[in-house]
T-cell receptor, first 111, second 113 residues
Framework: DVKVTQSSRYLVKRTGEKVFLECVQDMDHENMFWYRQDPGLGLRLIYFSYDVKMKEKGDIPEGYSVSREKKERFSLILESASTNQTSMYLC??????????FGEGSRLTVL | GESVGLHLPTLSVQEGDNSIINCAYSNSASDYFIWYKQESGKGPQFIIDIRSNMDKRQGQRVTVLLNKTVKHLSLQIAATQPGDSAVYFCAENYGGATNKLIFGTGTLLAVQP
């Protein structure tokens, strides 16, 4: 089974702090994604990556950056957290057929 | 079906009844569709998928129907059980080089015992 692991399930940070959300997948998938999920808005794509050191902006990249130094790891970075970034963050990797496999999510609260 | 705004549409069914959850997708060029189930506090899980060259696909207790004419997707769950209670949402793949999935906002299925 594909396993996508997000390192933190729950985080509480203060405004202005730098936040790292880590995601690791074990199926050698090339494509990885970061989404945020908010009530009534569904999943919105922040950034995605097709390969190591490659990244593409999604629909809402403002305030975020990403890092893909190794194929299995895709990190989401909030350089200076703000209260409107309080959300559930979901990482996913994608197989060649197009199916996404999600992690359990990281719920971030910014005070 | 799909929602706009802050309130998630809810489908309430009795245990043992069949459930039908609907989704309207946006792009006539989309060629791959997936239904996901998300239980409270968990990440979305794959249920079933369908490609645009098909109208119907069946899994275990679930059936997905695709109507390309009206850009409509439905998920049918037979003999709904309490464990089926979750948020269900559809995703469409625009295809091409990006291979990105676009997600609907979801429907909450509440199964009454």
């Amino acid at each position: 089974d594909v396993k996508v692991t997000q390192s933190s399930r729950y985080l509480v940070k203060r405004t202005g702090e730098k936040v790292f959300l880590e995601c690791v997948q074990d199926m050698d998938h090339e494509n990885m994604f970061w989404y945020r999920q908010d009530p009534g808005l569904g999943l919105r794509l922040i950034y995605f990556s097709y390969d190591v050191k490659m990244k593409e902006k999604g629909d809402i990249p403002e305030g975020y950056s990403v890092s893909r130094e190794k194929k299995e790891r895709f990190s989401l970075i909030l350089e200076s957290a703000s209260t409107n970034q309080t959300s559930m963050y979901l990482c996913a990797s994608q197989d060649v057929a197009g199916e996404l496999f999600f992690g359990e999510g990281s719920r971030l609260t910014v005070l | 079906g799909e929602s706009v705004g802050l309130h998630l549409p809810t489908l309430s069914v009795q245990e043992g009844d069949n459930s039908i959850i609907n989704c309207a997708y946006s792009n006539s060029a989309s060629d791959y569709f997936i239904w996901y189930k998300q239980e409270s506090g968990k990440g979305p899980q794959f249920i079933i998928d369908i490609r645009s060259n098909m109208d119907k696909r069946q899994g275990q207790r679930v059936t997905v129907l695709l109507n390309k004419t009206v850009k409509h997707l439905s998920l049918q769950i037979a003999a709904t059980q309490p464990g089926d209670s979750a948020v269900y949402f559809c995703a469409e793949n625009y295809g091409g080089a990006t291979n990105k999935l676009i997600f609907g906002t979801g429907t909450l299925l509440a199964v009454q015992p």
